[in-house]
């Protein structure tokens, strides 16, 4: 499993190279390298918001498409935390975003992208019906099993088979920096088995969560070959040079997760 860092016009993202190497499908974790916002400076917010200019968000998913070197026939999501999987496609673009965690769509030339700012995406590829799939999973997310409801959806729309699956796990909070309280603990306990896997770190009814191991065991049990899973591992709390993080931040801008057939 490699993650690799690429660079275009000064737009900085990531992508598995097990997937770039696949053939006919593109995939980037972007970076907050090679924009146009003021989060302080030139930073590549792609997520519109108020704190933000509408402009400045254009520009950026201008570049980074650019730099992908496709159209950006992109639809995104109304993010809310939750476990809804829509089926998107062509008939989507440019209309009001649907209310979603996560996406499912088999049309060529049309990206599915999750917004992010610590939270985990996942991008789900299957190389044989030609479909994808991207996810957004924070602790409620991950608690609703968004992951595995995003694979039922991909059997049920498109026959796909777990087992052939590809998933790439990009930069999210690591159990580093991700310390949740009691809540949240109590959350996974009810609606997680063995959720005392994913924790680490206890300290006074608080304990570090890692959204990552919790995910990639959502996505076995739902019939992914382990080796089939990839995951980025790469913090981003502690990395400010690359990624937005609301845990470390307060609100910001958002990272972008993009896959999609050519
Ligand atoms: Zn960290």
């Given at each position: 499993m490699a993650l690799a860092a690429r660079e275009k016009d000064g737009v900085r993202f990531f992508v598995f190279e097990e997937l770039e190497t696949l053939g006919g499908i593109v995939h980037a974790f972007s970076t907050r390298r090679g924009g146009t916002s003021p989060l302080p400076t030139e930073d590549l917010n792609l997520g519109f918001s108020r704190l933000d200019a509408a402009?400045?968000?254009?520009?950026?998913?201008?570049?980074?498409f650019r730099a992908l070197g496709q159209e950006a026939t992109l639809v995104?999501?109304?993010?809310?935390?939750?476990?809804?999987?829509?089926?998107?496609?062509?008939?989507?673009?440019?209309?009001?975003?649907?209310?979603?965690?996560?996406?499912?769509?088999?049309?060529?030339?049309?990206?599915?992208?999750?917004?992010?700012?610590?939270c985990l995406p996942t991008l789900l590829v299957d190389p044989s019906r030609r479909v994808v799939a991207s996810?957004?999973?924070?602790?409620?997310?991950?608690?609703?099993?968004?992951?595995?409801?995003?694979?039922?959806?991909?059997?049920?729309?498109?026959?796909?088979?777990?087992?052939?699956?590809?998933?790439?796990?990009?930069?999210?909070?690591?159990?580093?920096?991700?310390?949740?309280?009691?809540?949240?603990?109590?959350?996974?306990?009810?609606?997680?088995?063995?959720?005392?896997?994913?924790?680490?770190?206890?300290?006074?009814?608080?304990?570090?969560?890692?959204?990552?191991?919790a995910n990639c065991w959502q996505l076995e049990q739902a019939g992914l070959r382990p080796e089939r899973i990839l995951a980025a591992r790469r913090c981003t709390a502690c990395d400010r040079e690359n990624f937005f993080s609301y845990r470390r931040d307060g609100p910001t801008g958002r990272l972008l997760a993009v896959v999609g057939f050519i």
């Open positions: 402009e400045n968000v254009r520009e950026n998913r201008r570049r980074f995104t999501l109304r993010q809310l935390h939750g476990d809804s999987v829509a089926l998107v496609g062509r008939a989507h673009l440019g209309q009001k975003r649907p209310v979603a965690d996560a996406a499912v769509t088999g049309e060529p030339g049309i990206f599915l992208g999750i917004e992010t700012a610590d996810a957004h999973a924070g602790w409620r997310g991950t608690v609703k099993e968004v992951a595995r409801k995003t694979v039922e959806k991909m059997k049920a729309e498109f026959g796909t088979a777990p087992g052939n699956l590809l998933a790439a796990i990009g930069p999210s909070i690591g159990a580093c920096c991700y310390e949740v309280g009691p809540e949240v603990i109590e959350a996974c306990r009810r609606h997680l088995p063995s959720p005392e896997l994913f924790f680490s770190r206890w300290k006074e009814g608080k304990a570090h969560l890692d959204l990552v191991a």
